[in-house]
């Protein structure tokens, strides 16, 4: 009897623990849930989070994109490629802080609350992150 329970035990283990994975879900529907703001915004080990204070981002389903702060208002254009994994913004601005991260960048993680952004086409340690409100 103890066999036959510790079989059924082993048996119920090793099926219950494999799962099917499940598929990362694409930066198109992370990011078009709500509004985000800069968490990090980072060159050659410089921060520029703070010129981002105040900025609102809201990714809409037709790939154009606001930036808003209390006084002004910027609009743009965003892009997934899934397949080469990378992601374009393309804000129609002077700002100098806007201008910064309008670019093509890497995904490097993407979860519901939280995208990171890398650019080691020219510069390695560039390094955008973009959390929901």
């Known amino acids: 009897m103890k066999i036959a329970l510790t079989s059924f035990i082993a048996f119920f283990i090793s099926f ?51 930036a808003t702060n209390s006084t002004v208002s910027y609009t743009g254009t965003w892009n997934e490629d899934t397949d080469r994994e990378k992601f374009t913004l393309n804000l129609q601005t002077s700002n100098t802080a806007l201008i910064m991260i309008s670019q093509e960048w890497d995904i490097k993680l993407k979860t519901p609350g939280r995208v990171v952004f890398m650019d080691d086409k020219y510069n390695p340690s560039e390094e955008l992150q973009l959390t929901k409100y």
Not at 21 to 48: E, F, H, R, S
């Open 16 to 66: 219950s623990s494999c799962r099917k994975p499940t598929d990362a879900p694409t930066l198109k529907n992370v990011i078009k849930q709500g509004t985000w703001y800069v968490n990090l915004m980072k060159v050659n080990g410089v921060t520029y989070t703070s010129a981002y204070n105040g900025w609102k981002f809201t990714f809409l389903t037709d790939s154009t994109l606001t």
